[in-house]
């Protein structure tokens, strides 16, 4: 028997069973695209986080106002809290149906984990795309230095 995790998978009305390490929604307060041509550091207020999230702006566009539902897991697979080393990837989605439920996803390692005044700061890079998602200690306790996450993101419709 396996011991309880401290993932715990969620099911919503009308969704998989998924195993979130995290999940808030944000608001865009602002998108700065300055430094690099078709990426942009967007700054959200969450909920219960703040986030500071390198985006591919051609891929998925974004303006400050804009209202995000963003979740992280450590695998795309229903059902289960941990990863699983994969040799290929069918990208026909039917290995993961949860990637058609977001419209923007991608794959890191986070790199910093600290604390500051009760307050938690994950960082992680994706490829080189930057991530830094501050909040209570609680809210990141399934995040761990060296794992590897999945962040989605979707647009909430007003």
């Known amino acids: 028997q396996e011991p309880p995790s401290a993932v715990m998978p969620v099911q919503e009305p009308g969704t998989l069973n998924v195993a979130w390490l995290f999940r808030d929604t944000y608001k865009v307060?602002?998108?700065d695209n300055e430094k690099f041509e078709k990426v942009g550091r967007v700054n959200c207020d969450g909920e219960s986080s703040r986030l500071f999230v390198d985006i591919h702006l051609e891929l998925f566009p974004l303006e400050a106002g804009e209202v995000l539902d963003i979740g992280f897991v450590s695998t795309l697979q229903p059902h289960q809290a941990e990863a699983e080393d994969q040799e290929t990837w069918d990208q026909s989605g039917a290995e993961a149906p949860v990637l058609n439920m977001f419209d923007y996803v991608?794959?890191?390692k986070i790199y910093r984990?600290?604390?500051?005044g009760g307050e938690v700061h994950v960082n992680v890079s994706f490829g080189g795309l930057l991530m830094k998602l501050s909040g209570s200690r609680k809210e990141f306790d399934a995040m761990h230095l060296d794992d590897r996450i999945y962040i989605l993101a979707s647009k909430v419709s007003a």
């Open 29 to 31: 307060i602002a998108v």
């Open 106 to 108: 991608m794959f890191g």
């Open 113 to 116: 984990k600290t604390e500051d």
